[in-house]
C-alpha cells in the first residue's frame, strides 16, 4: 500500500468517525517522499511483510503515554500486533518491543500455519 494511500484511508477513517450527516468536511492529504513509516524488516520482531497499519493520534485521556501517535501493525505471518510511536507524524518512529497485543490473546480463530 502506498503512503498516500495509507494516510487517505486513515484520514477517511477519522473523518467518518467523526462527521454529521450533511455536514461538509475539508481535507488536506499529503504526500511524504521519505519512504515507508515501518519498513520491512526494521527488526527481525518486525518481520519482512508489514501489513494493515493503522494511525491514531493519542487521545488526551491516556495516562503516560509512550508518543503522541500511535502505529499499529502486523507482519503477515507474524503473531503479534505490533506498535510504533512517535511525537511527530514525521517521525522519528521508535518500536514497541515485545508487541502490543499476541494473537492468541485477540480471541480471533487462528490457525497454525
Known amino acids: 500500500m502506498s503512503k498516500k494511500l495509507f494516510f487517505t484511508y486513515c484520514l477517511f477513517l477519522l473523518i467518518t468517525g467523526f462527521a454529521k450527516e450533511g455536514e461538509e468536511l475539508e481535507v488536506k492529504v499529503v504526500k511524504w517522499?521519505?519512504?515507508?513509516?515501518?519498513?520491512?524488516?526494521?527488526?527481525?520482531e518486525v518481520g519482512d511483510n508489514v501489513q494493515g497499519p493503522s494511525l491514531i493520534k493519542v487521545p488526551d485521556w491516556l495516562d503516560n503515554p509512550l508518543g503522541n501517535y500511535y502505529l499499529y501493525f502486523a507482519d503477515h505471518k507474524g503473531d503479534h500486533i505490533r506498535l510504533a510511536y512517535s511525537d511527530h507524524l514525521e517521525g522519528p518512529w521508535r518500536i514497541h518491543t515485545g508487541g502490543s497485543l499476541k494473537l492468541?490473546?485477540?480471541k480471533l480463530l487462528i490457525k497454525n500455519t
Open 33 to 44: 517522499e521519505d519512504g515507508l513509516i515501518i519498513p520491512p524488516g526494521i527488526t527481525k
Open 104 to 106: 492468541e490473546q485477540s
